[in-house]
């Protein structure tokens, strides 16, 4: 079934709403990954390890969020478009349940499954 207005209304909604929370998300941990002081004296040498290892891990979340972002940023462009829910590699419908799942996937299964992401 193909999606109504309506619920294209509510998932364009929620996609916004998605995307201002990874932006207020972005912000407030900007913080955590400026890179670390390789000041010698103010920490020892474990504890610098230990704040270059969570330097690491708060831009790998932050790499991934701005992944999510992009999609979301795209889903919503091609919502503007009126290409949502068709493939972006061949243009076919793509599966309710797919974008049940993932309202920001672009392609449907056969080209999903095609080429490695
Ligand atoms: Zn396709």
């Known amino acids: 079934m193909p999606i109504s207005e309506d619920e294209l209304k509510a ?14 998300l972005q912000d407030s941990t900007a913080e955590g990954r400026k890179p670390v002081e390789l000041d010698q004296t103010s920490v020892g040498r474990l504890s610098r390890v230990d704040a270059m290892q969570r330097q690491a891990m708060a831009l790998e979340v932050e790499r991934r969020r701005g992944e999510e972002r992009l999609r ?3 889903a919503l462009q091609r919502m503007d478009a009126g290409d949502f829910s068709y493939c972006i590699g061949c243009g076919e419908e793509i599966a309710r349940g797919r974008l049940d799942v993932d ?3 672009p392609t449907c299964i056969r080209c999903a499954s095609a080429k490695p992401r």
């Open 11 to 24: 998932l364009r909604r929620s996609l916004i709403e998605r995307l201002a929370v990874l932006r207020d």
């Open 103 to 105: 309202p920001t996937a």
């Open 72 to 74: 979301l940023e795209a």
